[in-house]
Every structure is written in C-alpha cells, then in structure tokens.
C-alpha cells in the first residue's frame, strides 16, 4: 500500500521540478501526485526572468506574493505584487514575469497536465 502522507520543506523539494511541489509529475505512489492542480514555491532572484508560456497552455493560475515583489505581464496588461499577501488569478492566457526584487511566490495551476 502506498504511504498516503509526505512531509517535506518547500525550499528544499521545489528544486528537483522547478519549483512545483505538487502535479502530476510526482512519482506514481506519491501522495503529492494529482492531475487536479499543480502548486509552486517559487523562490526568484531579482532580474530574474520567464519568457512566455506558449500560447496553447490552456489552464487557470492564481499567483501569491509571501515576499518581496513579482510582476506578472498578461496580454495588455501587468499586474505588480507589491505586498504580501497580492495575488493575481487568470484563466487561459500566455504569460510571462519578472522578479522586481528578490521574492517568494505561491503559484497554483490547474488541471495538472503536461504542457503542450
């Protein structure tokens, strides 16, 4: 029977999937394996930067400031998350985000699936 608890630190298991901590990329016997929502702690230096998703990455995402600040460029549109606690949610648009300050992010996806 498969372990249904895992413990873990986020800091110290994001690296191994870039950051997500929960997907459908977990190993099988995994409790942290779904293909409902995936989770990231994201942990970005300033500067640091990520070119836009493709355009055919069709699925929902909600992004939590725990520190630091976050943009997130939207077609037409960015969004700054300037405090703990600012979040931006949107469904089915490319995207891309910079790092204004060195930072924290809690980011949710959703379904889990591979990307396109």
């Not at 630190?9 to 394996?33: I, N, Q």
């Not at 702690?41 to 725990?66: I, K, N, S, Y």
């Not at 960015?78 to 648009?93: E, H, I, K, N, Q």
């Not at 300050?101 to 396109?116: K, L, T």
């Amino acid at each position: 029977m498969a372990e249904l608890i895992y413990e873990g630190y986020a800091p110290d298991d994001a690296p191994e999937h870039r950051g997500w901590v929960l997907g459908h990329f977990m190993p099988p016997d995994d409790p942290r394996r779904t293909e409902d929502v995936e989770i990231k702690w994201g942990q970005h230096a300033r500067g640091e930067r990520h070119h836009p998703a493709p355009a055919d990455d069709l699925r929902a995402t909600a992004v939590f400031l725990v520190s630091g600040r976050f943009r997130v460029d939207l077609p037409g549109r960015s969004v700054l998350l300037d405090r703990p606690g600012a979040y931006v949610a949107y469904r089915d648009l490319t995207h891309s985000w910079v790092a204004e300050e060195d930072c924290v992010v809690i980011c949710v996806r959703w379904p889990s699936v591979p990307a396109n």
